[in-house]
C-alpha cells in the first residue's frame, strides 16, 4: 500500500499550486481521501475531504473558496487544487485515505509560501 504526494514547493503569496496523490496496491476508489496539513510547530490540521466517487467535498474554514479536491479514480489519484495562497498555508501536506477504520497515509510534500 501507498500514497505518494508530489507538487509542493515554493510559492509567492496569491500563488497556487496543485498537489496530487497516487495511491496504490489498495483500490482506492473505494476509498474516501483527505488532504490534511501541519504547520511548524502546529498539529495535523484537516484540510478538504472528498467521498470515494467524488460527489462530496468538504473543506475547513480556512481555505474554504480558495482550495479544491479532486480525484481520478481511473487514475487512481487525488488532487488539491490551492489557489490564492498565504504565508499561512505553508505545511507539510498529508494525503490520507480511509474506509472503515482503516487509514492509510503518505509521506507528505512541503509547501512553503514565501515572498
Known amino acids: 500500500v501507498q500514497l505518494v504526494e508530489s507538487g509542493g514547493g515554493l510559492v509567492q503569496p496569491g500563488g497556487s499550486l496543485r498537489l496530487s496523490c497516487a495511491a496504490s496496491?489498495?483500490?482506492?476508489?473505494?476509498?474516501?481521501m483527505r488532504w490534511y496539513r501541519q504547520a511548524p510547530g502546529k498539529g495535523r490540521e484537516l484540510v478538504a475531504t472528498i467521498s470515494s466517487a467524488g460527489g462530496i467535498t468538504t473543506y475547513a474554514p480556512s481555505v474554504k473558496g480558495r482550495f479544491t479536491i479532486s480525484r481520478d479514480n481511473a487514475k487512481n489519484t487525488v488532487y488539491l487544487q490551492m489557489d490564492s495562497l498565504k504565508f499561512e498555508d505553508t505545511a507539510v501536506y498529508y494525503c490520507?485515505?480511509?474506509?472503515?477504520?482503516?487509514?492509510?497515509w503518505g509521506k507528505g510534500t512541503l509547501v512553503t509560501v514565501s515572498s
Open positions: 490520507n485515505a480511509f474506509l472503515n477504520g482503516v487509514d492509510y
Open positions: 496496491g489498495f483500490t482506492s476508489s473505494s476509498y474516501g
